[in-house]
């Protein structure tokens, strides 16, 4: 069974960084689109960012737009999620996901793309 797990999520100070990873285990790493998606209490989850199976292809929700870099690591089966100039309205949950796809350049944004989901990492900004 194809598992996700976060890590890197924390609290940090507005205008700070932090460094999402996700790894997948198994060997289908590489056929998957990845993304990232958040969830803030009370809020639907929505999606900040894409990247496709060969790395080749990202797409980035407006509101995250250079500030958030999405890259992929296909022979560690990771994919980063490098979050600057952090915002307080950036405070969410962070959600890794994989979706299965046969072409090298696609992305997906929405939730029902997807496949897979991992449990999630909380970030928490402060003003």
């Known amino acids: 069974q194809v598992q996700l797990v976060e890590s890197g999520g924390g609290l940090v100070q507005a205008g700070g960084y932090l460094r999402l990873s996700c790894v997948v285990s198994?060997?289908?790493?590489?056929?998957?689109?990845m993304g990232w998606f958040r969830q803030a209490p009370g809020k639907e989850r929505e999606f900040v960012a894409a990247?496709?199976?060969?790395?080749?292809?990202?797409d980035n929700t407006d509101s995250v737009k250079g500030r958030f870099t999405i890259s992929r690591d296909n022979a560690k089966n990771t994919v980063y999620l490098q979050m600057n100039s952090l915002k307080p309205e950036d405070t969410a949950v962070y959600y890794c996901a994989a979706g299965f796809a046969t072409g090298l350049f696609k992305v997906k944004s929405f939730p029902e793309e997807y496949d897979l989901w991992g449990q999630g990492t909380q970030v928490t900004v402060s003003s």
């Open positions: 198994g060997d289908t790493f590489s056929t998957y689109v």
């Open positions: 990247i496709s199976r060969n790395g080749g292809l990202t």
